[in-house]
């Protein structure tokens, strides 16, 4: 599988944005760029997945370098609730599609 | 619909013990799985199921058992229990060939 690679930490202040980058210098073109997280004792959560374009959801935003080697995951106005662990994770759209490798994410702290 | 439910919540467990962890989903997916996660690390595969009668060996497969008899229970069972299994262990499933997992809440599972 592709590798990620992620800051460990990052902060934010509550209703600023924040961007969470990603990298993944070997993606190959079938690999989607997904991202979940995982807030404090709780199970994994899907937030937002893409290919090439740029994606939004009710969630974040998702933007995508052009040439696909980085992305950065942005939520537009933190909350204290989105304080938690963010994975991004590469996943082929064929073979073994159904796998997720986790890294160990970028930890959110978000202050009031 | 519950979603992926996991029971127990909490289990304390002797060296040496089984016992085995529940999941079921509700959602009709084909896919399921069991992941553990270790204190300050990623998620790690242990066994997967594409289908009722069909599992298959993850990253860390040792000291862990799976059967698939129908579509909505993936149990994990632990034959005997040894202290590197103490950890928190989470199912998720999704449609074969979906984009999206849904993670149950975890079990946090010690071994004495």
């Known amino acids: 599988d592709a590798k990620t690679t992620q800051p460990n930490s990052m902060e934010s202040n509550e209703e600023e944005p924040v961007h969470l980058p990603c990298n993944h210098s070997?993606?190959?073109?079938?690999?989607?760029i997904h991202w979940y997280r995982q807030l404090p004792s709780q199970g994994p959560e899907y937030v937002i997945h893409?290919?090439?374009s740029n994606v939004n959801n009710r969630m974040a935003s998702l933007a995508i370098a052009e040439d696909r080697k980085s992305s950065t995951l942005i939520l537009h106005r933190a909350t204290l609730r989105d304080a938690a662990v963010y994975y991004c994770?590469?996943?082929?759209?064929?073979?073994?599609?159904?796998?997720?490798?986790f890294g160990k994410g970028t930890l959110l702290t978000v202050n009031p | 619909n519950a979603g992926v439910t996991q029971t127990p919540k909490f289990q304390v467990l002797k060296t040496g013990q089984s016992m085995t962890l529940q999941c079921a989903q509700d959602?009709?997916?084909?896919?399921m799985s069991w992941y553990r996660q270790d204190p300050g690390m990623g998620l790690r595969l242990i066994h997967y199921?594409?289908?009722?009668?069909?599992?298959d060996q993850g990253e860390v497969p040792n000291g862990y058992n799976v059967s698939r008899s129908t579509t909505e229970d993936f149990p994990l069972r632990l034959l005997s229990a040894a202290p590197s299994q103490t950890s928190v262990y989470f199912c998720?499933?999704?449609?074969?060939?979906?984009?999206?997992?849904?993670f149950g809440p975890g079990t946090r599972l010690t071994v004495l």
């Open positions: 070997t993606i190959s073109g079938t690999d989607y």
């Open positions: 199921s594409v289908g009722a009668g069909i599992t």
């Open positions: 959602m009709n997916h084909e896919y």
């Open positions: 893409g290919l090439t």
């Open positions: 998720a499933s999704s449609y074969l060939t979906g984009d999206t997992q849904y």
């Open positions: 994770i590469l996943r082929s759209s064929g073979g073994s599609n159904y796998k997720l490798t």
